[in-house]
C-alpha cells in the first residue's frame, strides 16, 4: 500500500458568488452547493458507458461510488474472484465496501492505490469534487501485481468461507500487471477526475447563471407589469412608446378618451396611435420630445420647449367625443448612457378651460370696447367742460368791465345827487326854515323836508358805498385790483384805522374804545390802505352791533405771525353762522343794526377775507351770542433779519 504522488494540483475552487443588484428571489432561488450530489450534475448513462470502456481498454475493474463507499454506477469489469466470491459472502461484502470508503477518504487530489482491506489485491482511488467537496470515489482494481502474496490472498478466501477451488481458479483470472503500469492508470483516472471536477462546476456555474437570468427576466416581466399598474393608475390618459416608436403603455384613462383598448394598441407603431386623435396616422407630440420628428406641427400652439420635452395644446377633431381641446406633454426617456429610448406623452381635455377663456376674451374684448367708448365721450364732455369755462372765463371779463363801467356811469349822478342834497340841505335850514315865523304847521312841514332830505342823502351815500364795496370785490376777484405793497410796522397803520372811526364813536358816548399794541411787533410787507380797510371794517362792525359798552383793537404778534383781535360786547352772532358771515351777502337774518342809518352792504366781510388770504393771512370769529363777539386776523410778520426795507 503506498501513494503514487501527492503534487496533483488542487482541486478547482468555486468562485465567490457575485453581487446581487437585485432583489433575491427565494422562491425560484437556485440548491446551495452543499446538496450537490455526482448524479444531479452528470448524466449517469454517459458516466456509465466512460467507467466501462475506460475498465474494458485498461484492463481493470471500475466503479464509481458516493464518498461514504456506497455504488453510484455499475462495477464495470469486475473479476469473478470479487464480484461472484468475495462479496457473495457476508463477511467479504462488508470488508470490501469498508476499503472502498477507506481510499476514498485517504484520497485527496492525489490517486492513492493501495491493497484492498479484504483480499489485499491492488486498488486505486481517485475523487471527483465539487467546489472544493468531496462528492464521489473512482474506482479502479483488483489488480495482482509482483507483489501480491497470493498465498494470502488464498488464506482470505478460506476465512471469508469462500469454496477453496473457485477462490483458486477466480484468483488466476484476476488481471496481473506491474505495480508501475497500475501506477499510471490511476494517474489517468486522476486527470480524468480532475476534469470532471472542473465541468461539475462550470455546469453548476451555467445553471446558477441560467436561473439567475431566468429571474431577472421575471423580475423585469413584474416590473413591468408594476409599471403598467402605475400607469395605468394615472388620471391622465398617458402612452409610452419604446424608441422605435412601438407602443409599449396605453392606460386606461388613454383607452377611455379615445376609445381603444390597450390590446388593440400595444405593439403597434408607424404614428399608429395618430388615429384616435386625427383620424389617420400621424405623429404626435412624444415624437417631436423623442426627436423621432423634427418641428412641431403648426397646428400645436406651444406653451414650453425644451430639449427632451414639449408641452402644447392643440384641438383634435377624431376622438369619440368629438372636437376637443387637450393639453399635452411628451418627454424623451433615455437610458443610463443617455440614449432616447422611447417616450411618454400624457394628455388633458382642457375643452372647458378653453371654452371659458375664449368666452373671457370675448367679453373682455367687449368691455375694452365700451371703456373706450365711455373714454371717448368724457373726452367729448371735458372737451365741452373746457369751452364752458373759455365761455365762463370770457362772461366773468365782460362782467367786471360791466361792473366798473357802471359803477363809474352810477357815481357820477351819485356824486351829484350827494352835491346837490348837500347843498339843498343846508340852503333850506338856513335859508328857509327861518322864514316859517310863528307858523306852527308850517315850521312842521319844513322839518319833514329836512328830515327826507336827509333820507335821501343817507340812501345816496349807502349807495356809494355798496358800488365801491362792488367794484373793490370784483376787482380782487377778477385778479385786477392794485396791490401797493410796502413794509411798515403795523402799529401806526392801526392807529390811522382806529381814527377812521372817531366820528362814529362822537356820536355814541355809551361805547367806549380802546386800542392796545404790544412792544416789538414784526413789520408787515403788504399794502397798508387794504390793512385799514380790513380793520376799519370789523371796527365799523363792532360799533355797529353793540348798543353800549366797550370795543377794543388789540395788536400782538406770536411766533412769525402778527394777531389783530377786535373785540365788542354787542349782541354777538350765533355759532352757526360764524363761517357764512364771510360769505358775499351774508348777512344775519335780524333786523338787527343798531342805527338804522348804517345798514350795511353785506360785502364787508367778504372784501376782508379776500385781502387777508391774498397776503396768505387767516380770518375768523368767535362769539357769545348777547355777550360779544371777536375778529381775529393773523398775518405772515417779514421775517427778522430780512434787509429789505420798502
Ligand atoms: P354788513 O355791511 O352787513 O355789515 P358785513 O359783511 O360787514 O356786512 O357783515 C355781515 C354780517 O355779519 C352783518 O350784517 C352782521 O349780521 C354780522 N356781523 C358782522 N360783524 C358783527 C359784529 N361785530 N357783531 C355782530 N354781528 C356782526
Not at 510 to 523: L, Q
Request: contains cysteine; negative net charge; charged residues 25%.
Amino acid at each position: 500500500m503506498s501513494n503514487a504522488s501527492d503534487d496533483g494540483p488542487t482541486p478547482p475552487q468555486p468562485r465567490p458568488t457575485e453581487r446581487q443588484d437585485v432583489l433575491p428571489d427565494r422562491s425560484t432561488a437556485a440548491p446551495a452547493a452543499e446538496t450537490f450530489r455526482f448524479e444531479d450534475i452528470f448524466p449517469l448513462d454517459d458516466i456509465q458507458r466512460i467507467q466501462d470502456a475506460f475498465a474494458e481498454a485498461a484492463d481493470v475493474a471500475s466503479l464509481i461510488t458516493d464518498p461514504d463507499g456506497r455504488p453510484i454506477t455499475r462495477p464495470s469489469n469486475f473479476t469473478p474472484l470479487c464480484r461472484d466470491i468475495i462479496r457473495a459472502t457476508p463477511k467479504g461484502l462488508a470488508n470490501c465496501l469498508r476499503s472502498d470508503a477507506r481510499l476514498g477518504r485517504t484520497t485527496s487530489g492525489a490517486p492513492t492505490i493501495a491493497r484492498c482491506l479484504s483480499a489485499g489485491l491492488l486498488d486505486g482511488a481517485t475523487c471527483v469534487f465539487f467546489g472544493g467537496r468531496h462528492i464521489a470515489t473512482w474506482l479502479v482494481g483488483q489488480v495482482v501485481d509482483e507483489s501480491t502474496d497470493l498465498e494470502a490472498v488464498l488464506a482470505y478466501g478460506r476465512e471469508i468461507g469462500a469454496d477453496a477451488t473457485a477462490f483458486r481458479q477466480a484468483l488466476m483470472r484476476v488481471p496481473r500487471m506491474p505495480r508501475e503500469r497500475f501506477a499510471k492508470i490511476c494517474q489517468a483516472l486522476r486527470h480524468f477526475a480532475n476534469h470532471l471536477s472542473s465541468m461539475a462546476l462550470r455546469a453548476h456555474r451555467q445553471s446558477e447563471l441560467i436561473g439567475e437570468l431566468r429571474r431577472a427576466k421575471d423580475r423585469v416581466k413584474e416590473r413591468d407589469r408594476r409599471l403598467a399598474d402605475i400607469i395605468d393608475f394615472l388620471p391622465d390618459p398617458t402612452m409610452v412608446v419604446d424608441a422605435g416608436g412601438t407602443v409599449v403603455f396605453w392606460n386606461r384613462a388613454m383607452e377611455k378618451l379615445t376609445g381603444v383598448g390597450a390590446v388593440d394598441m400595444l405593439g403597434k407603431g408607424d404614428f399608429e396611435y395618430g388615429k384616435p386623435f386625427y383620424g389617420y396616422p400621424t405623429p404626435l407630440l412624444v415624437d417631436y420630445a423623442r426627436g423621432a420628428v423634427t418641428r412641431p406641427d403648426p397646428r400645436y400652439a406651444v406653451a414650453e420647449l425644451a430639449e427632451d420635452a414639449i408641452i402644447a395644446e392643440v384641438t383634435v377633431a377624431a376622438l369619440p367625443a368629438g372636437p376637443r381641446h387637450v393639453w399635452a406633454k411628451a418627454v424623451a426617456l433615455r437610458d443610463e448612457a443617455g440614449r432616447i429610448v422611447g417616450g411618454i406623452e400624457a394628455i388633458r381635455d382642457v375643452t372647458d378651460r378653453h371654452e371659458a377663456e375664449k368666452a373671457l376674451a370675448e367679453h373682455r374684448q367687449r368691455l375694452e370696447v365700451e371703456v373706450e367708448e365711455r373714454t371717448r365721450d368724457l373726452r367729448l364732455q371735458a372737451m365741452e367742460l373746457a369751452e364752458a369755462n373759455i365761455r365762463l372765463s370770457e362772461l366773468d371779463r365782460m362782467k367786471s368791465v360791466f361792473l366798473s363801467t357802471v359803477s363809474h356811469e352810477l357815481r357820477t349822478p351819485l356824486t351829484s345827487i350827494l352835491g346837490f342834497a348837500k347843498l339843498i340841505g343846508r340852503d333850506f335850514n338856513e335859508q328857509f326854515l327861518p322864514l316859517t315865523g310863528g307858523n306852527p304847521a308850517l315850521a312842521a312841514k319844513g322839518k319833514r323836508i329836512a328830515d327826507n332830505l336827509a333820507v335821501v342823502f343817507g340812501e345816496a351815500e349807502r349807495l356809494t358805498r355798496l358800488i365801491n364795496d362792488v367794484l373793490d370785490l370784483s376787482r380782487i376777484e377778477s385778479g385786477s385790483m392794485h396791490w401797493r405793497d410796502t413794509r411798515f410796522a403795523p402799529a401806526e397803520v392801526l392807529a390811522r384805522a382806529a381814527k377812521t372811526i372817531e366820528g362814529l364813536l362822537g356820536q355814541r358816548p355809551e361805547v367806549s374804545f380802546r386800542f392796545t399794541a404790544d412792544a416789538a411787533i414784526p413789520d408787515l410787507r403788504m399794502d397798508p390802505d387794504q390793512l385799514i380797510q380790513v380793520v376799519s371794517n370789523l371796527l365799523q362792525n363792532a360799533v355797529k352791533f353793540t348798543r353800549a359798552g366797550e370795543v377794543r383793537l388789540e395788536l400782538t404778534h406770536d411766533g412769525g405771525m402778527v394777531r389783530i383781535a377786535v373785540t365788542d360786547t354787542g349782541i354777538g352772532i350765533p355759532a352757526e353762522e360764524l363761517d357764512s358771515i364771510f360769505d358775499k351777502f351774508h348777512q344775519v337774518g335780524r333786523g338787527d343794526t343798531i342805527q338804522e342809518t348804517a345798514k350795511g352792504t353785506g360785502l364787508g366781510l367778504a372784501i376782508c377775507r379776500q385781502i387777508v388770504r391774498h397776503y396768505g393771512g387767516r380770518i375768523w370769529a368767535e362769539s357769545t351770542p348777547g355777550k360779544g363777539s371777536a375778529f381775529f386776523v393773523q398775518l405772515p410778520a417779514v421775517p427778522p433779519g430780512d434787509a429789505d426795507g420798502s
